[in-house]
């Protein structure tokens, strides 16, 4: 595909790269083919379980060990990353999710809450520490974006996606509140993408993930987004072509979200 250096000179950090399904993944390699410079960060269990060395190699990127819910790790992530990078940042990719209750399978009337409290911990408190640490820090350059990606559950119901899809939507305020804050200090933007259901290691931790992808892909015009069509969307978000784009939680699904039903769901049933 066709490279337009979008992102000449820019710089950045992306959080929860872990494998090549990862949407985070993708991105990071369409970042560097634009001309975007960055680090790559995730926990330490998941960089221990992950292959990101891998991507760092391909893509020239230090990765800084960090767990996104301890702010002194962010603390430390920031400053080096302005270190190595020789400067202030202009993007943000925060694409991290987690929910205990998922993975080991509890109903959603059968919730451990404090497993509950650490699926909004990780999933859309996070968001929130990496942006006020990088507000106190002074680490974001002015026409900065930051991007965290959603899900359409955070305004319905989805069977099995439990606990998350509180998650989602707490992440989708934070991104309006501090969106506002954010663009009065220093005109950068923050907004959410509302991805399609894609085959990432926390996609497929979701119970039936196969057959929703199966449905959402016949529900949606344009089929379901891929992982590397989200990586050009977020090139986009963090380019200067969407400068006035701010607070937005933006539906990045092939048209799922407008479709009522489509002749494909009808003939199934």
């Known amino acids: 595909m066709k490279t337009y250096d979008l992102l000449r000179g820019k710089r950045g950090i992306v959080f929860g790269a872990l494998d090549q399904h990862s949407i985070a993944w993708q991105a990071a390699k369409k970042i560097k083919e634009e001309g975007g410079s960055f680090t790559l960060t995730n926990a330490p269990m998941a960089l221990r379980m992950g292959e990101i060395h891998r991507l760092a190699e391909?893509?020239?990127?230090?990765?800084?060990?960090?767990?996104?819910?301890?702010?002194?790790?962010?603390?430390?992530?920031?400053?080096?990353?302005?270190?190595?990078?020789?400067?202030?940042?202009?993007?943000?990719?925060?694409?991290?999710?987690?929910?205990?209750?998922?993975?080991?399978?509890?109903?959603y009337g059968d919730l451990n809450y404090d497993w509950f409290l650490k699926t909004l911990d990780i999933s859309a408190l996070s968001f929130h520490k990496v942006m006020q640490t990088a507000e106190k820090l002074n680490a974001m350059n002015e026409w900065g974006s930051i991007l965290a990606l959603s899900y359409i559950s955070a305004q319905r119901t989805f069977p099995d996606y439990s606990d998350m899809t509180q998650a989602k939507a707490m992440l989708e305020s934070i991104a309006r509140s501090y969106g506002h804050r954010l663009g009065k200090q220093k005109n950068v933007r923050v907004n959410t993408i509302s991805q399609s259901p894609t085959y990432t290691k926390a996609g497929n931790g979701v119970p039936g993930f196969d057959k929703f992808y199966d449905y959402a892909h016949k529900m949606s015009p344009l089929g379901n987004a891929s992982a590397t069509d989200c990586a050009d969307y977020i090139v986009l978000m963090f380019s200067d072509l969407s400068r006035m784009v701010t607070m937005q939680n933006l539906m990045h699904d092939g048209g799922f979200s407008s479709s009522g039903i489509t002749e494909e769901?009808?003939?199934?049933?």
């Open 265 to 269: 769901i009808i003939e199934l049933l």
């Open 58 to 107: 391909s893509c020239q990127a230090s990765v800084i060990p960090a767990d996104v819910t301890v702010v002194n790790d962010l603390e430390k992530l920031f400053e080096e990353s302005m270190t190595i990078l020789g400067g202030k940042l202009d993007f943000i990719l925060h694409s991290v999710g987690m929910s205990p209750n998922v993975r080991k399978n509890r109903s």
